[in-house]
């Protein structure tokens, strides 16, 4: 048996400049892994298939999983005849803004790429991630970095101190298909500081790594459900130095300088939010 950790991931930053021909948009992000992670565990079977499963009742175990679409690329690409069963003890919220999909393909990649002895590098893993999905090659590297294209253009940044994040998700699922199909990528004006996130970053300074947070998907999905909104606003009334929405929602998380503000935020968020995570920089 084999594991391999998949880590959650926040958007410092989140920038659209254009929707490209392709239909996907370009894009510009600072992204952050933190220590949240879904678990995945591999089985070497007797038959040549792919059988999954997983703790939350209500994940697709077939083609719609993209844990099963890394091990049929995997399989194709390689030539490999031989079965596997995956499974996946899932911790990070599903359809959250937190890439658990796509980091859970990125962990099944380097997974069976250990089981199958196929001695790939991360960089080949992540050129065959981004067949799946945008976010799949930076899951495949994690820390911290700039994604650019549709996101599978990675940049990474050095590593930063282990802020504390307090992440909480209302009881909704937003769909990331829906909120950039409403976007009017145009009509921005407000975008995101990427320069002035990565010095923020360098420097270690809480306040100033939250005074460059920015995500020009918040205001399509505050539209959408204005609950996330209002959740934002308590966010910031609680003491977090920094609040943002990750991804196109409905997460949003809340930057902190000290652990005891960030137990004390995580614990005044419990009354609001069922799902609620304490977790620093990973």
Known sequence: MWTEKAQAKINLTLDVHRKRPDGYHEVEMVMQTVD???????????????????TAPYIPLDQRNLV???????????????????????????????????????????????????????????????????DVPFCMYGGTAIARGRGEQIEPLPKVAPTWVVLVKPPIAV????????????????HPDTAGMVEALRTGDVRRISAKLGNVLEPVTFEMYPEVEKLKA?????????????????????????????????????????????CRFY
Request: hydrophobic content about 40%; proline content about 1%.
């Open 36 to 54: 949240l992670s879904d678990h995945l565990t591999f089985t070497e079977t007797e038959d040549d298939g792919i059988h999954l499963s997983c």
């Open 68 to 134: 099963y679409q890394a091990a049929q690329l995997m399989k194709s690409t390689y030539g490999i005849r031989k079965g596997v069963g995956i499974h996946i003890e899932k911790r990070i919220p599903v359809a959250a803004g937190l890439a658990g999909g796509s980091s859970d393909a990125a962990a099944a990649l380097r997974g069976l790429n250990r089981v199958w002895g196929l001695g790939q590098s991360l960089d080949t893993l992540a050129e065959l991630g981004a067949k799946i999905g945008s």
């Open 175 to 190: 769909s990331t298909a829906e909120v950039y199909g409403r976007l009017r990528a145009d009509l921005i004006t407000d």
């Open 234 to 278: 308590q966010l910031l009334k609680f003491g977090a130095q920094g609040a943002l929405m990750s991804g196109s929602g409905p997460t949003l998380f809340a930057l902190v300088e000290r652990e005891a503000k960030a137990v004390r935020i995580y614990n005044a968020l419990r009354g609001f939010a069922r799902e609620v995570y304490l």
